[in-house]
């Protein structure tokens, strides 16, 4: 059995902040830090408890402690990084008010903002294959929320005649898969900025779901900068 996952207080910490866009550095413990980096340097598998106790400097009982065991870092991990996520979307998708297209718009932004400004955490997604069907059922559970959000936005749009999609369950699918490859391209050193790679998928989102300005196309809703 793993360790608990991230308290309450820090899984929905972003709800409260007035900008959902900002991306402050993940507020991980020490040994979570140092994990992160080993799993992206090296793979779960290609990762020992020893190797990431010498990498903080502790015992390995002190791991075990913690968290349970190595797949319980995993989980910690993964569970702050959904629940980060998550909470992101709902204050992006609150601030669209009523309006499907800006609220699909912001949801989107958050997402790519988040798998480009924290890839190391977002590329943890590949390793969901070494947990224990117990533990794939807790990471599922929080990551069906980010996907109920989005799914909600394409139904009310289609309800309302602004998009036009047969079928929104794997039309959602379909947007979040493409966000969700995004860490296997994106570089920070690259030459698209975090915000430049959200605005093209804003707009190939939008597409996805058949939706078709019939103003302006420069009316369309569009990411802002970063503050």
Known sequence: MSGPGPDAATATKVVGNPSWRRME?????????????????????????????????????????????????????LEYSTSDMLARAHAADADGGDDPVQRMSNVIEAIVLRMTTRARLAALEGEVRYLSPENRLRYRVLRKGVEDVVREIVVDGNARGVFHTADSAESTRAVLAMCQAIPRWFHAEGRMSPEIVAAKYVDIALTAVGYVSTANPSTRPRTKRAR
């Open 25 to 77: 550095p993940p507020e991980l413990s020490p040994m979570l830090t140092h994990a992160l980096d080993l799993f992206y340097e090296n793979g779960f598998h290609g990762t020992s408890v020893r190797d990431i106790a010498n990498r903080v400097g502790v015992a390995i009982p002190s791991l075990y402690y913690h968290h349970g065991s190595k797949e319980g870092v995993l989980l910690a991990l």
